[in-house]
């Protein structure tokens, strides 16, 4: 076959997800070659005469990411072959190269003051630069009351781990009336739940170890953008700092992108049931997910996602009946992350970094059959209720 059909300029731009996730950023056919080529362990390419062309030194390029990172440009801006996409050894890696690639000292950035739990580092790290770091909450578009002369916006929506939506389109207008720059952490929502490009961020950025990988196997992140300037500071910045993902993890975050539209569809349909689910529960408060219909987030996710995300968040009494329920949950592995095919859930408290109650839950909904993880969850609050406090 010929790909030009689905990889021109227009072709895939009309396709669904589950057609464009398993051809995207596949080379041309060649005969006797595998279909997605397999990884290229390389530090340097033959490269006699001239050091010009694509693959010169490993830091700089592998083959490995060409693919990948053609198939994250695919999902992030279907049919705009013009947008750029590098990828990184981590999300944090991805959100750093944005940040120190974007800022000068003198500048001011806006960041929100509950978005993941390693951005009071980077404040830290920022501040020592010189930077002006300003903060502000996700929900109700507060960012908007500190934005005035900044230079980048950053936006997390959803928000990780309270799961607050902001208005994108609202956001980018104001920040680029007055010619700041918007990056948006789209590490929840994944490009097959939520575009920031085509809602007119300047970066779209994200974690790749969670729902876009998907196994619990792998560390990534990747930065998409339009403006070939810009995307030339953050690759220059991935050269001199080196924060580049090894051709393994690379080739293996391709073959899972494969699976990306089957895995994000299960697990958001999965986190709906479960949330309404925990929504006729009365030692369940604070129940988030922005795909139901009676969250405060609804409205506004609703008119700029597709898909709501696989995390579901809640709030139980206390310390003691929080961990009562993760040590009863059988199916459900307590871990970090998110975005697994394995549920998994934890007490977010335990971290130290959020501002949540103690017996807040961030539960990721993985690939399990609905009814038998619903009925795992059901049971283990059960559980809690009869069992006497340790
Ligand atoms: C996990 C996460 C990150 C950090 O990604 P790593 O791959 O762990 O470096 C950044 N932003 C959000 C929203 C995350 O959930």
Redesign the pocket.
């Known amino acids: 076959m010929s790909t030009d059909a689905i990889d021109g300029a227009e072709g895939l731009g009309a396709v669904g997800d589950g057609t464009r996730v398993v051809r995207a950023g596949l080379p041309e056919p060649v005969k006797y070659e595998p279909t997605l080529p397999g990884p290229v362990f390389a530090a340097h390419f033959h490269l006699p005469g001239d050091p010009t062309g694509p693959y010169t030194y490993g830091r700089d390029e592998n083959p490995t990411w060409t693919h990948l990172e053609r198939a994250i440009g695919e999902l992030e801006a279907p049919g705009e072959p013009g947008v750029e996409t590098l990828v990184f050894a ?4 991805a ?1 750093s190269a944005v940040l120190f690639s974007q800022l000068r000292s003198g500048d001011a950035v806006v960041l929100p003051d509950d ?2 739990q ?1 951005l009071p580092l980077l404040h830290e790290q920022l501040r020592a630069y010189g930077i002006e770091v300003r903060t502000a909450p996700t929900g109700g578009d507060a960012q908007l009351s500190v934005l005035d002369g900044a230079r980048l916006l950053w936006i ?1 929506t959803p ?2 781990p309270g799961l607050d939506v902001c208005d994108i389109r609202r956001l980018v207008r104001a920040a680029h009336e007055g010619g700041t720059l918007v990056a948006v ?1 789209n ?2 929502a994944t490009p097959l739940g939520q575009r920031p490009l085509e809602l007119g961020a300047d970066f779209s950025v ?5 729902g876009m990988t998907g196994h619990g196997d792998i ?3 990747h930065v998409s953008c339009r403006d070939p300037r810009r995307a030339a500071e953050v690759r220059r910045w991935r050269k001199v700092v080196g924060a580049i993902p090894g051709p393994m993890e690379a080739w293996l975050a391709h073959r899972s992108l494969a699976t990306l539209q089957l895995r994000i569809e299960r697990q958001c349909s999965s986190a709906l049931a479960l949330a309404e689910a925990l929504s006729k529960r009365e030692e369940v408060s604070g129940l988030r997910y922005p795909g139901l219909p009676g969250d405060p987030s609804h409205a506004v996710a609703a008119g700029q996602m597709r898909r709501f995300g696989s995390v579901v968040s809640f709030v139980l009494p206390d310390r003691d009946r929080a961990e009562r329920f993760l040590d009863g949950l059988r199916l459900v592995e307590e871990a970090t ?2 975005g697994g095919v394995r549920s998994t859930a934890e007490r977010r408290g335990r971290w130290g970094g959020d501002a949540v109650p103690e017996g807040f839950i961030r539960f990721s909904v993985g690939a399990e059959d609905p009814e038998d993880l619903i009925a795992d969850v059901l049971r283990a609050l059960d559980a809690t209720q009869s069992a006497p406090g340790r």
């Open positions: 981590s999300g944090m890696a959100i978005g993941y390693a997390e928000s990780n952490d590490t929840l994200a974690s790749d170890t969670k560390l990534l992140g992350s998110f």
